[in-house]
C-alpha cells in the first residue's frame, strides 16, 4: 500500500500506514553519529510511543504545541539542547509533528553548524498534504507569520496515515480544505474524488490515495519553482482572502484554523474568478467547512489583504480558478470586484 514521490530531484516522500518501522530500511540511519527527534507534547503522548518502539536510543526535544511556539525563542532552547546532546554535523534530526513542528524543526536544522540532515515525519493532515512538500522552514517574528526562515530540503518524509486517528476532527477537516484547494487548481478528477464523501467516511485505502495525489499535485508545482518565482504561486488559491480572515479572526473568540479561512477565502476567490461558486461552496460545506464570511468590517478585510506578504509594491497579485482543476497566477482584480465578492 505503501508510495513514494521523488521532490525537486533530491528526495522522496513517503506516503502509507504503519511505515515508522521502515524507516531505518528506506534512510540509512546507521551513518549517522546520533538521532534527536523534535516533537511537541501533545504529539509526544499520540505518536512518540509508536515511534520510541522502532528509535528506541533517540535524544527528544519536546517543546509546547501550537503556534504560539513557533519562535526564535524556542529555536534558542533547541539549539542549546541540541549543544547539550552533544550532537554534530553528523547527527541526524527526527521532526515529529504537524506543520509547526516540521517548520521549527527544519529551520533549527538549517542553521545549527550550518545545518544538519533532517527527516520530516508530520502527524497532522495539514502537515502531510502541505507543510511537509517543498522545503520552506520558518519561524514568526515581529509578529509577522514565518518571517525568518530558508529553504532546506529533508532527507526524506514520511507520511503516516496512522498519525491521523488521534488528530481531533476539527484538524482533520480544516486539512481537508487544502486537499480540495489541490483538486481546484491542478486536478478535476481529484477534486471529485476527494469530495465524494465526508472526510471521515474515507477508507484507510482511500486516505493513502487522497495523501498522495495531494503530495503528487503539490510536488509538481515545487519542482518547477523551488524557490516560488512563479507556478508556485498557484498554491496561493484561496490565500490572499484566507489569511486576511485567518489573522482577523485571532483577535475574536472564535479563532479559525488555517484550512477553515482558507475554506472561506475560496469560496470568495471562486466569486472572484467568476466559476464554480456553488459547486465549490457546496462541496466545502459538505466536508464540514465554513464557508460564510465572518461578520468582520469589509474594510478591515480589505486594508489586511494590502498587508498581505504575497503582494509587490502594494498590488495584489491573485491566483484565481478558470475551471474546476485549472488556476492562473499574477491576475490583477479591481477593487470593485473585491468588495463585491466580499458581500
Ligand atoms: N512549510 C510550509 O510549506 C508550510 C505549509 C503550510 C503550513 N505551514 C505551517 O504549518 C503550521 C500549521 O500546521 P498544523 O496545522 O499541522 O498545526 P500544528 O503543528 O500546530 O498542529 C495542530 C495541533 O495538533 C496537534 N497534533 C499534531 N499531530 C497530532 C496527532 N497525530 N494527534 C493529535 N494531535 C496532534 C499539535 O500538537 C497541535 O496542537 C503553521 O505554522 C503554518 O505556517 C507550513
Ligand atoms: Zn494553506
Redesign the pocket.
Known amino acids: 500500500m505503501d508510495k513514494k514521490i521523488r521532490v525537486l530531484n533530491c528526495y522522496d516522500i513517503f506516503v502509507g500506514s504503519a511505515l515508522i518501522p521502515k524507516i531505518s530500511h528506506l534512510v540509512n540511519t546507521e551513518k549517522y553519529s546520533g538521532i534527536i527527534i523534535i516533537t ?1 507534547s ?2 509526544e503522548k ?2 512518540f510511543p509508536e515511534f520510541k518502539k522502532s528509535f528506541p536510543k533517540v535524544e527528544k526535544i519536546v517543546i509546547s ?3 504560539r511556539a ?1 519562535n526564535i525563542e524556542t529555536v534558542k532552547k533547541i539549539w542549546q539542547k541540541l549543544l547539550t546532546y552533544g550532537c554534530d554535523r553528523k547527527s541526524l534530526i527526527i521532526n515529529l ?7 521549527i524543526g527544519g529551520f533549527a536544522a538549517a542553521t545549527y553548524m550550518r545545518g544538519v540532515d533532517f527527516i520530516q515525519i508530520p ?2 493532515l ?2 502531510q498534504v ?2 511537509s ?2 522545503g ?3 519561524v514568526n517574528f515581529a509578529g509577522v ?2 518571517l525568518i526562515g530558508s529553504f532546506n530540503q529533508p532527507v526524506a518524509v514520511f507520511c503516516d496515515i496512522n ?2 486517528s ?3 476532527d476539527r ?1 482533520f477537516i ?2 481537508f480544505a487544502e486537499v480540495i484547494k489541490h483538486g481546484l487548481i491542478a486536478n478535476k478528477k481529484y477534486f471529485d474524488f476527494v469530495t465524494s464523501k465526508k472526510p471521515r467516511e474515507f477508507s484507510k485505502k482511500d486516505l493513502v490515495e487522497i495523501i498522495l495525489g495531494s503530495v503528487k499535485i503539490k510536488a509538481a508545482i515545487v519542482n518547477e519553482d523551488e524557490k516560488e518565482a512563479g507556478q508556485r504561486r498557484l498554491l496561493n488559491f484561496g490565500h490572499t482572502i484566507g489569511h486576511a480572515i485567518e489573522a482577523l479572526s485571532q483577535d475574536t473568540d472564535s479563532p479559525l484554523l ?1 484550512g477553515e479561512a482558507i475554506s472561506i477565502g475560496m469560496v470568495v476567490e471562486a466569486k472572484i474568478s467568476g466559476v464554480g461558486v456553488s459547486k465549490i461552496k457546496k462541496a466545502l460545506a459538505n466536508a464540514g467547512l465554513p464557508v460564510d464570511l465572518p461578520d468582520f468590517p469589509r474594510e478591515a478585510v480589505l486594508a489586511k489583504i494590502k498587508t498581505d506578504k504575497k503582494s509587490e509594491k502594494g498590488k495584489i497579485n491573485w491566483t484565481l480558478i478558470t475551471g474546476i482543476g485549472k488556476a492562473v497566477i499574477n491576475q490583477p482584480v479591481n477593487s470593485q470586484t473585491i468588495k463585491k465578492a466580499l458581500t
Open positions: 511537541d501533545v504529539v499520540h505518536c504545541p501550537g503556534e513557533k509533528g504537524g506543520g509547526t513542528i516540521l517548520d502527524t497532522t495539514l502537515s502541505d507543510a512538500i517543498g520552506k522552514v520558518a507569520k514565518n498519525f491521523l488521534t488528530l481531533p484538524e480544516s486539512g488555517h
